[in-house]
């Protein structure tokens, strides 16, 4: 860290608690910090595999050492955040104990054993002529993650980023800065004593938005944005960024239940989809019921839902079985909750469940449970979303649930990556060429 990013990092960590402003331009600081991530990736994409392996394992071990003092930056910005009205959603995305601290670092030893992207060879093939062509993996430079509220994406963005060869430039939330800080801390002088190159994990030490629209600007500095966090963010970084830009979208998850789904099945894939941890993307904030499952099992399923705290809203068939929904609005379709609320629309046949999940669904995580394989076949076909599941949670629509050992986001868009984005988002290709002196005509 230079001298300036240095100040600025003391000036929002001080020993008192509290979270005054750096007294450096915040544009000249994401600025100097970009520069120095800039130098690191072209070091850091040379680092061999085991190199970047060790320095993993490194970052894991300084996550558990440095644990108290990361555990006790977060309460005092829980404390904050609650004491400002930060709501009960990202109170929860915010909170660290020692068993999320320990998935973490437990992320960062997978990502270690995951096999190493860089080199691949895609593809290759010989010219008539004689040229070689090979399409090689190798890294996208340096990539910049403005979030929200989520500790643990500080780790996982860097563990990412230093396997795939890439520097990072971390931006997190006003509401999770001194955890933040912390954790990059300890990440960055674990890896920087492994070798890795000083830089290549930076964290902007300032709440001031002007670092934010400065990484949006930072075109030729930054090779790639993604944003993790609310809609209003997200929409912010897509149509102000000059930077190429990742859009980890909201997730207005459904799941609809087949005229032919079990009970006992639907029961469990619902309540863990919506009730496991309401706070999060891959939550299911709509069920969409075929009407003969309705007459049959949804009152004993909203029974269930309402003993587990859900909050029902329901369209006016829906209500009809379930007399203590509140009435569905308009609003409710098109709304990521984050909380123990539960939409309900109880539709004519998967047609029409398809063509709601069009109109309303987000093109995260889509759920059907169903019997039969002709409807499975269907809904996989024709429903338009990043991740769609037969018979199970949308709840796994999860980096290290798919087996990417952690994930810097969620990509609803559909060009470059789509879905949990691991090591293999975090890379673009090359061609190398090689001939013995072609020249054309």
């Not at 379709?333 to 669904?361: F, K, M, Q």
């Not at 429903?383 to 709840?395: G, K, L, P, Q, W």
Request: one cysteine or more.
């Amino acid at each position: 860290m230079d001298a300036t990013a240095h100040a600025a990092h003391t000036a929002a960590t001080g020993a008192s608690g509290a979270m005054p402003e750096p007294a450096v331009d915040p544009v000249e600081l994401v600025r100097q910090l970009a520069l120095e991530a800039r130098q690191a990736a072209r070091v850091l994409a040379r680092l061999s595999a085991a190199s970047r392996d060790q320095a993993l394992l490194a970052m894991a071990a300084a996550l558990r050492a440095h644990g108290p003092r990361i555990l006790q930056a977060n309460a005092q910005d829980v404390a904050r955040a609650r004491a400002t009205g930060l709501s009960k959603a990202l109170l929860d995305r915010l909170y660290l104990d020692e068993a999320r601290l320990e998935r973490m670092a437990r992320g960062l030893e997978q990502v270690a054993s995951l096999a190493d992207p860089l080199g691949e060879v895609v593809r290759a093939w010989r010219r008539p002529n004689g040229l070689e062509i090979a399409q090689v993996r190798v890294p996208l430079g340096v990539v910049g993650v403005i979030y929200e509220a989520r500790p643990d994406v500080t780790a996982d963005a860097a563990g990412l980023c230093i396997k795939s060869g890439n520097a990072v430039v971390l931006r997190g939330g006003s509401e999770a800065l001194a955890t933040n800080l912390a954790i990059a801390d300890a990440l960055r002088q674990a890896a920087t004593s492994a070798g890795v190159p000083a830089g290549a994990i930076a964290a902007v030490p300032t709440a001031d938005r002007a670092a934010a629209v400065a990484m949006m600007q930072a075109r030729g500095l930054l090779d790639l944005l993604i944003p993790r966090g609310g809609a209003e963010l997200i929409r912010t970084v897509v149509e102000q960024a000059r930077v190429p830009v990742i859009e980890t979208g909201v997730g207005n998850c459904h799941i609809y239940l087949d005229a032919s789904a079990p009970y006992e099945m639907a029961e469990a894939i619902v309540l863990n989809a919506k009730v496991q941890r309401p706070s999060v993307c891959n939550a299911v904030e709509t069920l969409l019921v075929h009407q003969a499952w309705a007459e049959r099992h949804l009152p004993r399923l909203a029974d269930r839902l309402v003993e587990h705290g859900v909050e029902i809203r329901g369209c006016p068939r829906t209500r009809r079985y379930v007399p203590q929904a509140r009435p569905a609005t308009e609003a409710d379709w098109e709304t990521e909750y984050l909380d123990l609320i539960l939409a309900v629309r109880v539709v004519d046949d998967l047609e029409a469940a398809i063509d709601h999940i069009a109109r309303y669904g987000t093109g995260h995580s889509e759920a059907i449970v169903t019997s039969d394989l002709a409807s499975a076949r269907r809904f996989t076909r024709e429903v338009d979303a990043a991740a769609v599941y037969v018979n199970a949670s949308t709840r796994f629509t999860d980096g290290g649930q798919f087996g990417f050992g952690a994930e810097i986001g969620i990509s609803t868009q559909k060009l470059h990556a789509r879905g949990p984005m691991g090591l293999e988002a975090l890379t673009t290709t090359r061609y190398v060429v090689v001939g013995d002196g072609q020249v054309r005509t």
